[in-house]
């Protein structure tokens, strides 16, 4: 038993540690399944705690990934692919300059500028139908990818433009958002690989999150049916906020 967790784990966190992270990704999955938004914020935010600093955006992008994946495939048939479509040629662009730079953005800047634009896009008035439209997603695609490859945090931007494109749909938010994080968290494998980062020292934890992720992301979505659009919006909106409101508070006291 010893040699089957010793394969699987990592040697840099304790087995119990391990074993938490994986609870804890089918319990923030569960909540981006129903809300829409907040698992993956939480998430990294857990990480960030117990995990040392350099594995936490590769780890968290791959778990990220098999975690959006399962949500896209249980919501197929809801994904707006029109967007999908403008979305990514813009991840591929963000992720292509992303890899050029690898440098460190000022964060505090960061957080306050994607925080305000959350903020806009949930109280705000409606954004202009060509901010939406073709150019709009595919340049609101490429610079997402490319501060979310320094930062993790533009999950909530993305939702909230989702959520603009899909007049607050509550099964097309969910899958629309969750074909786009995947589409923005791919190329991190590649970008952080070549980098030098060692996902095969991580690749069992990752998976079993990911399998418990998946867990999660099924009884997400049978809360999700019970929701009304008008309820699935205002809860979707405060959870925006709340987290726009965390990376106010981040930026101030960092």
Request: aromatic residues 8%.
């Amino acid at each position: 038993m010893q040699a089957l967790l010793d394969l699987l784990l990592p040697a840099a966190l304790p087995p119990l540690t391990s074993a938490a992270l994986v609870a804890v990704s089918a319990l923030t999955s569960a909540i981006t399944a129903s809300l829409g938004i907040g698992g993956g914020v939480l998430l990294l935010a857990i990480m960030a705690i117990v995990m040392p600093p350099a594995a936490i955006i590769p780890v968290h992008g791959m778990v990220q990934l098999g975690s959006n994946l399962s949500r896209a495939s249980m919501t197929l048939r809801h994904i707006n692919l029109r967007l999908i479509l403008w979305f990514a040629p813009g991840v591929l662009l963000g992720a292509w300059l992303g890899s050029l730079f690898l440098v460190d953005l000022p964060l505090a800047l960061v957080q306050i500028c994607i925080a305000g634009f959350i903020l806009l896009l949930c109280w705000g008035p409606p954004i202009p139908a060509v901010a939406t439209g073709p150019v709009g997603t595919l340049l609101a695609a490429g610079l997402t990818t490319f501060v979310s490859l320094f930062v993790g945090a533009t999950g909530p931007l993305v939702a909230a433009f989702v959520k603009q494109q899909q007049k607050g749909e509550r099964f097309s938010t969910v899958a629309t958002f969750a074909t786009a994080m995947c589409l923005q968290h791919a190329p991190k494998a590649v970008i952080y690989g070549a980098a030098g980062f060692v996902f095969a020292e991580w690749l069992g934890l990752i998976l079993l999150m990911i399998a418990a992720g998946a867990a999660g992301t099924w009884a997400g979505l049978r809360l999700l049916r019970r929701l009304t659009d008008s309820r699935f919006t205002l809860l979707f909106n405060a959870l925006l906020t709340l987290l726009a409101l965390r990376l106010i508070w981040q930026a101030i006291s960092g």
